[in-house]
């Protein structure tokens, strides 16, 4: 998705640029020694980066705000001039971070912050001048645009929220910088509401939960960045898995399974040496030759292709596989199951004539909506990825791939929005974005058209002339990857999965130890019925066991007394509080069945 003010409307973009300013000022007042870096609007607020005295405090926090507050009381005016780059030196002699900007700037270099917006010099579109905006104290480099005054501010409605590292420039062989987060709104209802879904947010984060329900972890000793899934996590995961294959297998999709490492010629005829290297575990020697462990799966997916000749009568040939990869993150963007080194992709490749791969990339979309569907995802966001700086293949060739990729969009009739030069080196993609309960958007499905590798490895088939021709070879994953599509599944439900993703769906509870043959019975039914079950016969009280399997967020807590035992019957709970009563458990597993069946909550 396009970044900067594409994101949200101006009047947003203004406010919060604003008040980056006017937080800016509130900490060169505390700190005069402070030094500046960048502070751009970002989606839902803004930041800046500063070089410090000292580490900030929450308390810190809560003054600079009181200071904001006397700044947008002050109603200043906010000054837009332009100076050269000389000026600029002199204005900004003991601030090293804006003196390494201007000289960008001056060079002819095109100085972005992290939302894509030049800090100075272009605003203007005068060669050689530096943009500035000014208000009371305090003057920064900067493109605009901002409020005519700190006053239009609402007193009301902002928010400093957290302190995080943040090195110059993004390079972690430059200094740490203390970057402040801080939100602000129109309206102080608005910033309620906001707040409120970073408190809910918080509450669901994955990495939270995980522990709590015992579902994944990332040890020291094994790797950062790579998941261990737990018992209960691996529950979930073979859920997904079964429910992916069953799918795939009914969508005309044939299985496959690749090897985890490849030579270097391999990598290097697919293009990933030259362009993803840095991405790429480094080499291992086997037999005197360089073998790289695999960032992608398309690769040895072409190499099945090609083990024999196919005819056009053949494709299309769609091929899916659960294929584990590894590439190299920085340990610094590493996040729970969101960002790692070691991740399972739901890949698929479909090899297809010309005049199949419209209706191709059709097929994919709606197979990809459905499952999405499935998980119980009803709103999506869609964006259509263009060619990237670096890319290899003829201008043409892009330009009929996008507007195949546009078609098929089209065909849809659901909106979409362009993600300039956000496609793979390879090819144009198309990328669908699901919206959780918070409406927050999560990667998932992407679909990528690529006419690069066909080339390389000289695949092709026999036309229906005799001669050979290209095929073209569509890239999809669907989930993503299992690792993130989990992380993303556990924030959007909170960890309380519908029945049939629970890793436990039903917890047996005994009230006294004369119950627990019985527990154990229940539980022996409950399994033969397909039903994931534990039984909790610790000498805990039965509230603190209905407490505890709360906690764990398990659907449906049966309670085994006396009654129940003599008749054959369980007292049914929810995790929600609700109390269904005693119910032969034949009419329990029947219910429970058909929520699974269903894929539907309680």
Avoid at 84 to 104: G, N, T, V, W
Avoid at 116 to 143: I, K, N, W
Avoid at 222 to 243: D, M, N, S, T
Avoid at 541 to 564: N, S
């Amino acid at each position: 998705m396009a970044s900067g003010k594409d994101n949200y409307d101006e009047q947003l973009y203004k406010l919060r640029h604003s008040t980056a300013h006017v937080m800016a000022e509130a900490v060169l007042e505390m700190f005069p020694e402070g030094k500046l870096a960048f502070g751009p609007p970002i989606e839902n607020g803004f930041y800046y980066d500063f070089d410090l005295p000292r580490p900030l405090t929450p308390e810190d926090l809560a003054e600079l705000e009181k200071r904001m507050q006397a700044i947008i009381k002050g109603d200043y005016p906010f000054v837009h001039t332009e100076v050269s780059a000389d000026e600029a030196r002199a204005m900004f002699a003991d601030q090293p971070y804006k003196l390494d900007q201007i000289d960008k700037l001056a060079a002819g270099a095109r100085d972005e912050d992290e939302m894509g917006a030049p800090a100075g010099g272009e605003a203007a579109g005068v060669p050689g001048q530096m943009s500035l905006y000014t208000h009371h104290t305090f003057t920064d480099l900067c493109r605009g645009p901002h409020l005519e005054r700190t006053g239009q501010i609402p007193a009301d409605a902002f928010k400093l929220l957290n302190v995080a590292g943040a090195y110059w420039r993004g390079d972690e062989t430059q200094p740490m910088l203390q970057r402040i987060y801080g939100t602000v709104w129109e309206k102080s209802e608005e910033l309620k509401d906001y707040l409120w879904r970073l408190e809910e947010a918080a509450r669901r984060d994955h990495r939270k939960l995980g522990k709590q329900m015992d579902l994944f972890s990332v040890q020291d000793i094994g790797g950062a960045g790579l998941i261990c899934w737990h018992p209960k996590g691996a529950r979930v995961r073979r859920a997904i898995e079964e429910f992916w294959y069953q799918q795939h297998e009914r969508g005309g999709y044939e299985i496959l399974y690749t090897p985890h490492i490849g030579k270097a010629e391999l990598w290097s005829i697919s293009g990933h040496l030259g362009f993803y290297r840095e991405s790429m575990y480094s080499p291992m020697d086997i037999d005197g030759q360089e073998y790289y462990v695999k960032p992608m799966n398309c690769p040895y997916q072409i190499l099945v292709y090609k083990s024999r000749r196919r005819s056009y009568r053949e494709l299309p040939l769609r091929w899916a596989e659960l294929g584990t990869v590894y590439r190299y993150e920085r340990s610094g963007v590493l996040h729970g199951l969101l960002r790692v080194r070691g991740f399972t992709i739901d890949d698929a490749h479909i090899v297809c004539r010309p005049d199949q791969v419209e209706d191709e990339i059709v097929g994919v979309y709606d197979f990809s909506l459905s499952m999405l569907r499935a998980f119980g995802f009803q709103e999506f966001a869609v964006y259509l990825a263009t060619r990237p700086e670096h890319s290899v293949g003829e201008l043409d060739r892009w330009d009929q791939a996008q507007k195949a990729l546009e078609r098929a969009l089209q065909a849809q009739s659901l909106p979409y929005k362009i993600d300039e030069g956000g496609g793979a080196f390879y090819g144009p993609k198309i990328d669908i974005k699901v919206k959780d309960a918070l409406g927050r958007e999560w990667q998932t499905t992407t679909i990528q058209f690529d006419f690069n590798e066909p080339e390389r490895f000289e695949m092709t088939y026999v036309g229906e002339d005799g001669a050979e021709h290209r095929p073209y070879m569509v890239h999809r994953a669907l989930l993503g990857s299992l690792e993130r599509f989990f992380g993303a599944l556990i924030e959007h439900y909170g960890g309380a999965f519908p029945v049939w993703l629970s890793p436990v769906q039903a917890m047996v509870i005994p009230i006294a130890d004369r119950h627990n043959a019985y527990a154990y019975e229940v539980a022996a039914k409950l399994k033969a019925a397909g039903l994931r079950q534990e039984v909790n016969d610790s000498t805990d009280r039965m509230q603190a066991k209905i407490r505890d399997a709360q906690l764990q967020k398990v659907p449906y807590m049966l309670v085994i007394g006396d009654r129940e035992a003599q008749n054959g019957a369980v007292a049914v709970r929810l995790r929600s509080g609700g109390d269904l009563g005693a119910m032969p458990l034949s009419d329990f597993i029947a219910m429970a069945q058909a929520a699974v069946a269903e894929k539907r909550d309680l």
